[in-house]
């Protein structure tokens, strides 16, 4: 079955560091990418890797996140710093690539909050929150 699954979501104080986790399964040549809905309900791009290892970062959490390919099997760790009350969100991990399951067709129409605003991202995981208190 395909799918993407994040963990490691909670709540950290402001100026501490976390790291949540994303894994993909089903699919091969996988690009992923983090994504986090803020408490207005709007989807921004937080950070995302493709296959050659490029990656891109969202302006408001450049120099504070990082992420990075942990090894072959479809898994990718954000590194969260500096981390501040507006960084609270729901943080959701998607992919796209080349499918090893059956039902990938149909798990990438699934609807998902952020798929409008990023429609090049086919499997999208339920979220982990990430809270920092004010």
């Known amino acids: 079955e395909v799918m993407v699954v994040e963990s490691g979501g909670g709540s950290v104080q402001a100026g501490g560091s976390k790291v949540i986790a994303c894994t993909a399964f089903?699919?091969?040549?996988?690009?992923m990418g983090w994504y986090r809905r803020t408490p207005d309900n709007d989807c921004e791009l937080v950070s995302g890797?493709?296959?050659?290892?490029?990656?891109v970062c969202g302006d408001s959490v450049k120099g504070r996140f990082t992420v990075s390919q942990v090894n072959a099997d479809n898994m990718v760790h954000l590194r969260m710093t500096s981390l501040k009350p507006e960084d609270t969100a729901v943080y959701y991990c998607?992919?796209?690539?080349?499918?090893?399951?059956?039902?990938?067709?149909?798990?990438?129409?699934?609807?998902?909050?952020?798929?409008?605003?990023?429609?090049?991202?086919?499997?999208w995981g339920s979220g982990t929150r990430v809270t920092i208190p004010s």
């Open positions: 089903g699919l091969k040549d996988v690009r």
């Open positions: 890797v493709s296959t050659d290892g490029t990656t």
């Open positions: 998607a992919a796209t690539g080349t499918p090893e399951s059956s039902d990938y067709d149909v798990v990438k129409l699934r609807p998902h909050v952020c798929r409008q605003k990023y429609p090049g991202m086919d499997i």
